[in-house]
């Protein structure tokens, strides 16, 4: 079966969205022939045709880095050429699909952890838009990230007082002993798996975690190994004092995303 057969039979089964598999196709780096895909696929490349070449040629640049420091680069470069996209590719670029989609986890996030009156890391939070999302109902958002250039888009968008941005090596975070109550990390740690910083980072999430403080986790790793990354995640929950509530979860319809829920102890 060929890549291009293996979306098609994932968005058929109902295993995928069409967002989903749409930027699946253009991760190729080739904008696909809407002619050539099933109809509700083709439906969403014409409405998004100005932008398929685009995408495309980004996906032929490349998403991956093997440490912090390109990953850094990557996004800096990102940040001033497509940063929507690049927080959540699979929303093509379109703010109104990004907005939609940072809602749907905003929601989950809310259904997974109490949010109202507590202090919220947003761990990789590039652009800014799930800190934003939380906003109104924290006490407090601090979202970091490793790309300088995206912390500037994101302080150039926030407008909550109770919202700040910083810059960070994304190995250590510069906040007390206990002075969060949640952790949020959307798409950001398969860069530290990646990197293999995980453990570095998960010894400051329970440094900084307050007990009982919730670390919610989107996408584990990109190894494509689902009961690798269950088996990481209560691995790293073991030794560094935390409950694993849930681990592998798929709780989104836009996003492919899986969940896991980590407690502090």
Known sequence: MTWTEEVFAQFEAGE?????????????????????????????????????????????????????????????????????????????????????????????????????????????????????????????????????????????????????FEHSDGRTLALPDASVDLAVAADSFPFLVRAGVLDAAMAEFARVLTPGGDLLVFNWSYRGDDVGDVADARRVADRFGFDAVRVGERPFRIWDGRGFHLRRL
């Open 16 to 164: 995928i969205s069409r967002e989903v598999a749409l930027a699946r196709l253009l991760l190729s780096g080739e904008a696909p022939d809407p002619a050539t895909l099933p109809a509700p696929l083709a439906e969403l490349a014409r409405q998004h045709g100005g932008r398929l070449d685009h995408l495309a040629g980004l996906a032929r640049e490349g998403f991956d880095a093997d440490n912090l420091e390109g990953a850094a680069r990557l996004f800096d470069g990102l940040a001033e050429t497509a940063p929507e996209a690049a927080v959540a590719f699979y929303t093509l670029g379109d703010p109104a699909l990004l907005a939609q989609a940072t809602g749907e986890l905003a929601r989950v996030i809310l259904d997974w952890a109490p949010v109202a009156g507590r202090r919220v890391l947003d761990f990789g939070c590039g652009i800014g838009r799930v800190a934003a999302a939380l906003a109104p109902h924290a006490r407090e958002v601090v979202g970091v990230d490793v790309s300088a250039g995206m912390i500037a888009q994101a302080r150039a968008r926030a407008s909550a007082p109770n919202l700040r």
